[in-house]
């Protein structure tokens, strides 16, 4: 995903913007501050950032925490040794003159040989592992495979007798898509029950990763895209009237994703802008004259 750039009178404003314009929420996205907005002597400097949907790593469960146990001892094995108490309890100078290793203190007889943090070996402290070397990464394939696993279940429970697949797109977002005959009970008024499923389903996959997971999204019978169909329609008919009358037209509160079809149609038109007001989940679209 490429990143996008975005400004507001504030960095949490400039935040707003980029999650609609990515159609994501805030904990799918990463973010970057190119510019702090602050007041000034020839006026206010608005926040810049720039933002992109989070990406997923591609790697193996365990090539990460094998690189890091790697990174950890510092070098490959035969260079490893340089780094041993012996030389580093002089600050890197393990030889004398005359190019001589010295020679460690000889202790007296029956003095013990300290441990230090456990290790044997002489090996020095032992370093805890960060997140990051414990943490291996989890394939979008595995997510997709627990993805699936669990609105199975979920399906199951309401008693629906529908099929469950996955399909992963080119960015690596995952695509629950739920498919039969009267399922109106899975979606409920207004998407509210399929909203609350989606959630269930990225919480259980972000459990597994450590919040590291890929976009996850849900969708029933193909609502969604049914929706988005129904909320192009809407907006190019509300941005009708705005030319027509010159007067802001806000809409009903919705979620990011679908603030995003009303961006991204309202953007391919004349005359006409939007943008985001309200806080979550409060937030909606307003429309204005260009």
């Known amino acids: 995903m490429e990143w ?34 602050r007041g000034g ?5 608005e926040a810049r950032i720039r933002a992109r949907v989070r990406p997923i790593s591609r790697e193996k469960p365990g090539e990460k ?29 393990g030889r004398g003159t005359g190019g001589q290793r010295s020679r460690p203190r000889r202790r007296p007889a ?36 627990e993805a699936e696993t669990f609105t199975r279940g979920l399906v199951d429970a309401f008693g629906a007798p529908a099929q469950v697949a996955t399909i992963i797109d080119e960015e690596g977002g995952v695509l629950v898509d739920v498919t039969g005959t ?12 399929l909203q609350a499923i989606e ?5 259980v996959v972000q459990r597994r990763t450590e919040g590291h997971g890929t976009r996850i999204n849900v969708d029933v019978s193909g609502y969604r895209a049914r929706r988005r169909e129904a909320l192009a329609r809407f907006a190019e008919e509300l941005a009708s009237k705005v030319r027509e009358s010159g007067r802001d037209q806000a809409l009903e509160p919705m979620p990011p994703a679908d603030r995003k079809v009303v961006h ?20 909606r679209v307003v429309v204005r004259p260009a």
Request: glycine share 14%; hydrophobic share 30%.
């Open 199 to 203: 959630e269930l389903v990225r919480t």
């Open 4 to 37: 996008v750039e975005t400004t507001g009178r504030t960095v949490a404003d400039a935040l707003d913007a980029a999650l609609d314009t990515l159609g994501v929420d805030e904990d799918e996205a990463e973010y970057e501050v190119l510019e702090e907005g």
């Open 65 to 93: 925490r094998r690189r890091s146990r790697r990174g950890r001892d510092g070098a490959p094995a035969e260079r490893a040794a340089k780094a041993t108490p012996a030389t580093a309890g002089n600050g890197g100078r």
């Open 182 to 193: 009267d399922l109106g009970l899975l979606v409920g008024p207004g998407g509210a029950t």
């Open 110 to 145: 029956g003095e013990r040989t300290p441990r230090t943090g456990g290790s044997s070996g002489g090996r020095g402290p032992r370093k805890e592992p960060t997140m990051e070397e414990t943490v291996s990464e989890v394939s979008v394939e595995e997510q997709a495979n």
């Open 264 to 283: 991204d149609t309202i953007a391919d038109l004349e005359g006409v802008t939007t943008v985001s007001e309200g806080e979550e989940p409060r937030r």
């Open 41 to 45: 002597f020839l006026g206010r400097r």
